[in-house]
């Protein structure tokens, strides 16, 4: 499977760069997934805020990890709010830029939600054209196979 390249996508004009400063909102729950966030440095927290009770903590985000990409690739709103816990440098990959990348590459996509305590964890599996697996849990990471 090709690397994914940040910098050839900006130099594309298909992605930006957005500082995030701490406490700030990434994107809110129930809001269109229009972008793939690739945390370059900084901390996100993934918090699902419902009316009649307190917030609660889902995940932490570090650097090297994604965000949105449940919502981006299920065509759904987001299901949880993403904040800013510290000053955060985020790579933002429009949808049509990172279904672009991946058609030529993946032959399979398969993204299942699984049940826990703090909510739930999504587990995801690409599969490109050579059948080499990359796979991952959580809000971001993975591993290759």
Request: proline fraction near 6%; include cysteine; hydrophobic fraction near 40%.
């Amino acid at each position: 499977m090709r690397a994914f390249d940040p910098p050839r996508e900006l130099d594309a004009g298909r992605a930006t760069w957005i500082s995030l400063p701490g406490g700030t909102t990434l994107f809110n729950t129930g809001e269109v997934s229009d972008h793939l966030y690739l945390l370059r440095t900084g901390r996100l927290a993934a918090v699902r805020r419902d009316a009649a009770a307190e917030p609660q903590f889902l995940g932490l985000i570090r650097p090297g990890e994604v965000a949105g990409e449940m919502a981006l690739i299920a065509g759904a709103p987001h299901s949880a709010q993403v904040v800013a816990l510290r000053d955060s440098e985020i790579f933002a990959l429009p949808r049509e830029a990172f279904f672009d990348a991946i058609e030529s590459e993946v032959v399979e996509i398969n993204v299942a939600k699984t049940s826990g305590q703090a909510g739930f964890s999504p587990q995801w599996r690409l599969i490109d054209a050579t059948g080499e697996t990359a796979t991952g849990c959580g809000w971001g990471g993975g591993s290759r196979s």
